[in-house]
């Protein structure tokens, strides 16, 4: 049966009012609603019962870990978030705080940047760093911070206080403003500048800088820089170390100083010399104090150094650097020569250890590289200048290419450059007569018919060069330094200057005829240097000629026990680190083990050299 148009209105209006009210229930049911969440990020748990609670008192605490900050909400209010190797620098008041934080999610999510092998990244997991968020897992942050700047105290010798930096991991206190609230993180006091410090992290890291309040006068503020990285300080300072920096010589307005080997592998060397140099370098005179709270950050030396230079040529222009392979071994080094030093000085200078950004064409591979993009700061080397003018640094010869330490000059009639030259003209004509005397030596021959089966002419001819070289252009010292193991030379001639020494001295001195002249008559004749002092060569020095050159060219040293042996030549200090007793190439005065340095010849060897007669050098 049809129904009537009654029936049929009845019913539409009973359907869509059913439809409503289904429609109704789902939008209203809270269960429904939240079908689409998930149940275990929003939690109510059960506090600690507080003291003065009621037995029904909970705490609700929503935690939103399928959310990040982007859609909750930022950093806290006042607390400025940093990104993996961020250095931001500001100025910072005494009395005041500036507060920052690395996110989780940039700590444990995609945002987290770490350098990896090749094969590392090829099998890391997208969604490995979300899982160790939500797992537990911890991962380290490396905080640091340099003072570039801080303020100068109108009291005199006073040294404005040290920054600190304030770590926390808990979200209690995003930013202290009181001193309890400080008082509940970890504080770490600035070390001459610098500060470092690592947390395992397990969510949000806070952390930041505290100005100390300055009682007095004052001017300027502090600056700083500050970073957190997943991978390594940014900043870092190595002054328990020993140093990086090797004090060669000096004269009275120069120094030439050299890093240790940068390889001790020879194949290596090659590919180190095409690359960036790796250090820069900052000199101080110890008399001034504007480093001073700063010696372990290198922003801060940067600004307050007063020479420095840099790998990439900036500088104060008065020092030029390179690479060098001179020393034993012939392995990479970075040499420093510095000019315009003030006489009679005590000086510090440090290295600091940088990462080229060269080369670098994609993003990611930039921000691998600026890992450690603050620098390593290394201990400072000391070293000093002489008084006087009559011995003059040289380097960079032609034959003598080992050679660089202070010889004795004039610098009215040379300078550095032509003094350096004057000296390797003279010993490449040396050379030149002990080669015409090789020639005698039937070299080219089996090795059954040589003179040693176990050395050669080149052994020799490379030897003798060694000895030459060394005895020819000898270490000259201040006469008037304090050492005891140099030799006085040329004690009546007069200084450059026209000045001699006193006359009671001379008196007393000329009695003993090897203080009289200089070890070569050349030096005297044609340099005119002057009083000085000679630190001698090392006795294995002359020896190795012996060992290594046939016996028929007549060359042998002096017997330790020869009393003239004490004039002509000394012996090495056999504790390692010791004092340096002799010279010989690549000799250093910052004071290293000789194990690194050079190869002794054996007692057995030595012990049958027939050392009966010496030659005049």
């Not at 049929?8 to 009210?21: C, D, E, I």
């Not at 315009?340 to 060269?358: D, H, M, P």
């Not at 000394?570 to 690194?596: D, H, M, W, Y």
Request: charged share 20%.
């Amino acid at each position: 049966m049809q129904p009537g148009p009654l029936q049929s209105r009845l019913a539409a209006s009973l359907s869509a009012s059913l439809t409503k009210f289904a429609l109704f229930l789902l939008l209203s049911s809270p269960r429904l609603a939240s079908a689409t969440e998930s149940p275990i990020d929003n939690v109510v748990r059960l506090a600690e019962r507080l003291e003065g609670s009621g037995p029904l008192d909970i705490t609700y605490e929503p935690d939103f870990a399928a959310f990040d900050r982007s859609i909750i909400g930022r950093a806290p209010s006042g607390v400025t978030a940093l990104l993996d190797n961020d250095h931001p620098g500001s100025n910072i008041n005494p009395g005041n705080i500036m507060c920052y934080m690395m996110e989780k999610k940039t700590i444990f999510g995609r945002d987290a940047v770490t350098v990896r092998s090749p094969s590392d990244t090829d099998s890391h997991d997208d969604n490995e760093d979300d899982e160790k968020s939500k797992t537990g897992n911890t991962r380290t942050v490396y905080i640091s911070a340099n003072t570039c700047l801080q303020p100068s105290l109108q009291k005199k010798d006073a040294l404005a206080p040290q920054l600190k930096l304030y770590v926390s991991t808990s979200g209690n206190v995003f930013c202290p403003t009181t001193a309890a609230e400080l008082s509940k993180m970890k504080q770490v006091e600035f070390s001459q500048g610098a500060a470092m410090y690592s947390v395992n992290a397990t969510g949000d890291v806070y952390f930041g800088i505290v100005a100390p309040n300055i009682t007095g006068n004052y001017t300027d503020t502090y600056n700083y820089e500050i970073a957190a990285s997943l991978d390594d300080f940014y900043h870092r300072y190595d002054p328990e170390n020993s140093t990086e920096l090797l004090w060669i010589d000096s004269d009275s307005n120069s120094v030439l100083l050299v890093s240790r080997n940068l390889t001790d592998s020879t194949g290596e060397s090659q590919t180190i010399l095409k690359e960036p140099l790796p250090y820069d370098i900052f000199i101080q005179n110890n008399n001034s104090d504007s480093i001073i709270g700063l010696q372990h950050s290198y922003c801060g030396l940067k600004k307050r150094a007063e020479l420095w230079g840099t790998s990439s040529g900036l500088g104060s222009g008065l020092i030029s650097m390179g690479f060098t392979t001179r020393g034993p071994g012939g392995f990479v080094k970075q040499q420093f020569y510095l000019e315009g030093l003030n006489a009679s000085s005590l000086y510090s200078g440090i290295l600091v250890k940088t990462r080229s950004t060269e080369n670098s064409t994609s993003s990611k591979s930039q921000r691998a590289i600026n890992v450690g993009g603050g620098g390593v700061v290394f201990k400072a080397t000391n070293f000093t200048t002489s008084g006087g003018t009559n011995c003059k640094v040289i380097t960079n010869l032609e034959f003598c290419n080992e050679i660089q330490w202070a010889v004795p000059g004039n610098d009215k009639n040379f300078n550095n450059t032509a003094l350096a030259k004057k000296y390797d003209d003279y010993a490449k004509a040396m050379y030149a007569n002990f080669e015409k005397a090789l020639m005698q030596i039937p070299c080219e021959v089996s090795s059954t018919s040589r003179y040693s089966l176990a050395k050669s002419c080149n052994d020799c001819k490379e030897a003798y060069k060694q000895w030459l070289c060394t005895v020819a252009l000898p270490r000259c010292e201040d006469v008037a330094s304090n050492s005891t193991i140099g030799i006085y030379r040329n004690v009546n001639q007069a200084f450059p200057n026209g000045t001699r020494l006193p006359e009671a001295q001379r008196k007393e001195l000329g009695q003993t005829p090897a203080y009289n002249a200089s070890r070569n008559s050349w030096i005297d004749t044609m340099i005119m240097p002057g009083p000085y002092k000679e630190l001698l060569p090392c006795d294995d020095v002359c020896y190795a000629v012996v060992q290594s050159c046939p016996a028929a060219i007549g060359f042998t040293c002096p017997q330790p026990n020869n009393p003239s042996f004490n004039y002509s030549y000394a012996r090495r200090n056999k504790n390692p680190g010791g004092e340096v007793t002799c010279n010989f190439p690549g000799e250093t005065r910052t004071q290293i083990s000789l194990a690194t340095t050079v190869l002794l010849p054996t007692p057995l060897i030595l012990s049958v050299l027939p050392l009966v007669m010496w030659l005049s050098f």
